[in-house]
Nanobody, 124 residues
């Protein structure tokens, strides 16, 4: 079982940029598709972006295209989420998750392993 640890969250101002990291405990991580989600208070967990294990193909939810960038460094067992031009509505707990299935999926229920989350708070 792989353990995922997110880091890089914090309190930032609107317009700032932030890079979140998701680091796995073992190398099988590189065989998994990885997704980033977020959950704001009172809202459902929302898929943001994902990256495949083999080709590194990226997929973005329409709501984050242009501001969010996902990348992975398999040598470091790490996937990154770069967020530009942060807005107060980006305030949420951000989670990374690993999907052992063959294709990249956007449903949270498809993911097998989750990190504990990292809080991002954007002040106006």
């Amino acid at each position: 079982q792989v353990e995922l640890v997110e880091s890089g969250g914090g309190l930032v101002q609107a317009g700032d940029s932030l890079r979140l990291s998701c680091t796995a405990s073992e190398g099988t991580f590189r065989t998994y598709n990885i997704g980033w989600f977020r959950q704001a208070p009172g809202k459902e967990r929302e898929f943001l972006t994902g990256v495949t294990s083999n080709s590194g193909r990226q997929y973005y939810a329409d709501s984050v295209k242009g501001r969010f960038t996902i990348s992975r460094d398999n040598a470091k067992n790490t996937v990154y989420l770069q967020i530009a031009s942060l807005k107060p509505e980006d305030t949420a707990v951000y989670y990374c998750a690993a999907d052992t299935g063959p294709t990249l999926r956007t449903s949270a229920s498809a993911y097998d392993y989750w990190g504990q989350g990292t809080q991002v708070t954007v002040s106006s």
